[in-house]
Nanobody, 114 residues
Framework: QVQLVESGGGLVQPGGSLRLSCVVS????????MGWYRQAPGKQRELVASITTGGTTNYADSVKGRFAISRDNAKNSVYLQMNSLTPEDTAVYYC????????WGQGTQVTVSS
């Protein structure tokens, strides 16, 4: 069964940084474009960053210049480096393929608060 396991979230002060990790238990991970999504309370889940199989990245306007997505195909992993965090970044963060093809993992909570 394919699993997505996210980690690295936590409580951080405004202006702080976090690095999220996602391990994908799928043998052909290298074939999939991947994305990081987030869902804030009362809002729909949104795609905030994506990376293609070739390493091309794309970002939502709200995180552009602050977040960086990367992948390590040898480790079946995708990462999200988040800098200059604001309270508006508070959400549960998930990884998945882009477009979404796998069942969602449990996500990792990111809370930005002083």
């Amino acid at each position: 069964q394919v699993q997505l396991v996210e980690s690295g979230g936590g409580l951080v002060q405004p202006g702080g940084s976090l690095r999220l990790s996602c391990v994908v238990s799928r043998s052909n991970f290298i074939l999939y474009h991947m994305g990081w999504y987030r869902q804030a309370p009362g809002k729909q889940r949104e795609l905030v960053a994506s990376i293609t199989t070739g390493g091309t990245t794309n970002y939502a306007d709200s995180v552009k210049g602050r977040f960086a997505i990367s992948r390590d195909n040898a480790k079946n992993s995708v990462y999200l480096q988040m800098n200059s965090l604001t309270p508006e970044d508070t959400a549960v963060y998930y990884c998945n393929t882009n477009p979404v093809r796998m069942s969602w993992g449990q996500g990792t909570q990111v809370t930005v608060s002083s």
